[in-house]
């Protein structure tokens, strides 16, 4: 199937809200997804509700970029919309958390926290410079009640909301820094948001996730409109892999891919092999704008407005990742152990 068949495919998909709908009848917690890229923003925000407390994780919002193919006005529009979702949201809530200290990830405005239980990323501690600095700049004379949270575990309730311990925004020693991911368990449900972990790239991350085991899953996937001169194709190549093995690996009922991965209207293209591995596992991949019944925001803005950056391109399949971690393997940037687990794809 070529890239815009494959996307017109997608935009079929409207039946999948039935599922949301299902799983919110069913689920113990009520998850509400107050902003994400497939909805036409930088951003990961939700919010958790179980009964003993509302929480929201990483309230941040930033415009979608250049290559986004919306005009810079629907842009505006949707950044003002969900600005006031997430501000709304963060009203209505006790508990907030950041994952990290980018502004995607939190918005940098202390009357939106004045009051609530903040369980935050270290800001001094496993933290770059920009982000200790952005960091000191929301806490500090906040009145709020700052917890650092890296690896550990907070009780309301019922309710259990445990944290990694620092973990890469991506690849090892990346000058992006740390994140932490966030899991909510109630009644026996676990929901793991995984943060900035940019595919995953890395095994460790991925060992997290797959011990985590979570009902449902939000992953950021891998930052595919980057390639070529932020992102590696190696490492791109990582990602998927890894991907598969959290599809094989757990038994998450609910697993979703958005933010960065959304931001690329090649997206399915790229991620090929993951879309493959999860048809052949039974396992159904969502965007949030597809669990609301809505068309990925990217999708839709290719087909009306065309292309941005990107004219033509073909699917990253398992050939192609083989051949890129030869590379990588020949020139020591990756250990042997990637290609053979490329070549078992
Ligand atoms: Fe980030
Ligand atoms: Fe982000």
């Given at each position: 199937m070529s890239g815009p068949d494959r996307m017109v495919c997608a935009l079929k998909k409207g039946e999948k809200s039935i599922i949301y709908l299902l799983i919110l009848y069913y689920s113990a917690m009520r998850v509400e997804y107050v902003a994400f890229d497939s909805l036409g923003v930088k951003s990961s925000c939700v919010r958790v509700k179980t009964g003993d407390c509302d929480i929201v994780i990483d309230p941040g919002i930033a415009s979608e970029t250049?290559?986004?193919?919306?005009t810079s006005s629907e842009k505006m529009v949707l950044r003002r919309r969900y600005e006031g979702a997430i501000r709304d949201a963060c009203s209505e809530s006790e508990i907030i958390v950041l994952t990290h200290y980018h502004y995607d990830h939190h918005i940098p405005d202390q009357d939106l926290y004045r009051g609530k239980v903040l369980l935050v990323k270290?800001?001094?501690?496993?933290?770059n410079r920009s982000q200790r600095v952005r960091a000191r700049a929301l806490l500090e004379g906040l009145e709020a009640e700052v917890k650092v949270a890296d690896g550990k575990t907070f009780r309301f309730g019922s309710t259990k909301i445990s944290f990694s311990k620092p973990m890469w925004?991506?690849?090892?020693?990346?000058?992006?820094g740390y994140v932490l991911s966030v899991e909510v368990e109630h009644k026996g449900e676990k929901l793991l948001h995984t943060s900035d972990v940019d595919g995953p790239v890395l095994k460790e991350t991925t060992d997290m996730i797959v011990e985590a085991d979570p009902d449902i899953l939000i992953l950021d996937g891998p930052p595919t409109y980057l390639l070529g001169y932020i992102m590696a194709y190696y490492n791109l190549a990582r990602s998927i892999l890894n991907i598969c093995r959290i599809l094989e690996e757990t038994e998450t009922h609910l697993f979703i891919l958005d933010h960065h991965a959304?931001?690329?209207?090649?997206y399915m293209d790229l991620l090929h092999e993951v879309y493959r591995k999860a048809e052949a596992s039974g396992v159904s991949l969502y965007t949030v704008a597809e669990l609301m019944g809505e068309k990925p925001k990217v999708l839709e803005g290719y087909l009306r407005n065309g292309p941005t950056r990107w004219r033509t391109w073909k699917s990253f399949r398992k050939e192609d990742i083989i051949k890129v971690l030869e590379n990588a393997v020949e020139n020591g940037l990756v250990k042997g152990e990637w290609l053979e687990k490329a070549r078992e794809l």
């Open positions: 250049g290559s986004f193919p919306l270290d800001p001094e501690n496993y933290i925004h991506g690849t090892e020693g990346t000058n992006l959304l931001r690329d209207y090649r």
